[in-house]
T-cell receptor
Framework: DQQVKQNSPSLSVQEGRISILNCDYT??????FLWYKKYPAEGPTFLIS?????DKNEDGRFTVFLNKSAKHLSLHIVPSQPGDSAVYFC???????????????FGQGTTLQVKP | GAVVSQHPSWVICKSGTSVKIECRSL??????MFWYRQFPKQSLMLMAT?????????EQGVEKDKFLINHASLTLSTLTVTSAHPEDSSFYIC?????????????FGPGTRLTVT
């Protein structure tokens, strides 16, 4: 039962253009969402997050949008740079649930390639 | 800040032997650490939640007698793969939650590549 899904395994974008990575979730108890970037043979690094009480959070070139009714979130990177090429994971957590440990449920990841 | 290290970064062992992987938070205290496993081109699968001074909480389907977790201090958690078999070959990643930080923030280690021959 995949509670967090990233249906696009890969995405290729030209440098300078916008990259849009999508993520869907099924568990309505999730109230916090995060995006991580991962290079091969390394651990994920935190990019940006959003609480379910918001629908947008922006940090420099990175913006995350949340559509609660559709159980969908997306990460926008603009402008995209070759150094952004990596695997991007979205993750979700149910922070306000009783007895929660803050554990994260990850999607399958999307490999982004930004071409010079 | 918020650096997590793992040791070893890679290990090759023979089938039937045990392997210990260490996860350390270098510049913060972590009452909670998480252990993940990643198969090639797949997601990070949470194996267990490790709490300092208490027993780990394992996710459904994870054998606790095979994957022994010890969280003896606020900066160290260990994962021991006992009687390893080739199907245990994988990339193991730990993360730590900063005791003084935001509840949802986890900092990940660089991972350990385990190959069982």
């Amino acid at each position: 039962d995949q509670q967090v899904k990233q249906n696009s395994p890969s995405l290729s974008v030209q440098e300078g253009r916008i990259s849009i990575l999508n993520c869907d979730y099924t568990n309505s108890m999730f109230d916090y969402f995060l995006w991580y970037k991962k290079y091969p043979a390394e651990g994920p690094t935190f990019l940006i997050s959003i609480s379910s009480i918001k629908d947008k959070n922006e940090d420099g070139r990175f913006t995350v949008f949340l559509n609660k009714s559709a159980k969908h979130l997306s990460l926008h990177i603009v402008p995209s740079q070759p150094g952004d090429s990596a695997v991007y994971f979205c993750a979700a957590s149910a922070l306000s649930g009783s007895g929660n440990t803050g554990k994260l449920i990850f999607g399958q990841g999307t490999t982004l390639q930004v071409k010079p | 800040g918020a650096v997590v290290s793992q040791h070893p970064s890679w290990v090759i062992c023979k089938s039937g032997t045990s392997v210990k992987i260490e996860c350390r938070s270098l510049d913060f205290q972590a009452t909670t650490m998480f252990w993940y496993r990643q198969f090639p081109k797949q997601s990070l699968m949470l194996m267990a939640t490790s709490n300092e001074g208490s027993k780990a909480t394992y996710e459904q389907g994870v054998e606790k007698d095979k994957f022994l977790i010890n969280h003896a201090s606020l900066t160290l958690s260990t994962l021991t793969v006992t009687s390893a078999h080739p199907e245990d070959s994988s990339f193991y990643i730990c993360s730590a939650r900063d005791l003084g930080g935001r509840f949802y923030e986890q900092y990940f280690g660089p991972g350990t590549r385990l190959t069982v021959t």
